[in-house]
Structures are given as structure tokens and as C-alpha cells.
């Protein structure tokens, strides 16, 4: 954290020093994700919250990293993480 460390005050004849020690949050849902149903070859979405905006998330399917292509669109808006997935087939279940 950038704002960690000692600070001082001084007036002059004397000086007080104290360290600022920040406690990093971590990243809750606060929003959990929720069951979506799509037709075949239609667009399915994916959401979710989090509590600390624009924090980095990873999207997985059976354990493995989605990458972003022309199937799978992430999207980050502040605190909502969505995924797109378009031209759904039973294949992606």
C-alpha cells in the first residue's frame, strides 16, 4: 500500500513520529453468481458483485481460464463483473 509508513509532525522544537500500517481488504462477493438458462445459439450472461471495485477477476469453466474471443466478452463495470457468452451450444453447459 502507497500510504504506508512513518509519518511525522513537527513543530519546530520537537517532532512525534507514527506508522500507518494499512490492512488490505479482501475481495467478497456481494453478489454471488446465480443460475442463468439460455436457447441454443442464443447470448447467455453471467454476474456477479464485488466488493471492491475494478479488482481483478478470473472467469473459469471446469477449471480452466476463459480467455476473451468472439465467444466469451468480460466485462468489469465498477463493482459487477459480468460474462458474456454468445452462440450458446448444449457443449457449453
Wanted: charged share 30%; proline share 5%; hydrophobic share 35%.
Amino acid at each position: 500500500a502507497q500510504d504506508a509508513g512513518d509519518y511525522t509532525c513537527d513543530s519546530g522544537d520537537q517532532q512525534t513520529t507514527a506508522s500507518l500500517q494499512v490492512k488490505v481488504l479482501p475481495v467478497l462477493f456481494n453478489k454471488e453468481l446465480k443460475n442463468v438458462e439460455a436457447e441454443e445459439g442464443g447470448t447467455a450472461v453471467l454476474h456477479c458483485e464485488i466488493s471492491k471495485p475494478d479488482a481483478p477477476v478470473e472467469w473459469r469453466k471446469g477449471g480452466v481460464v476463459i480467455q476473451p474471443s468472439d465467444k466469451y466478452e468480460v466485462k468489469l463495470k465498477g463493482s459487477i463483473a459480468e460474462l458474456i457468452i454468445r452462440g450458446v451450444e448444449p457443449d457449453d453447459c
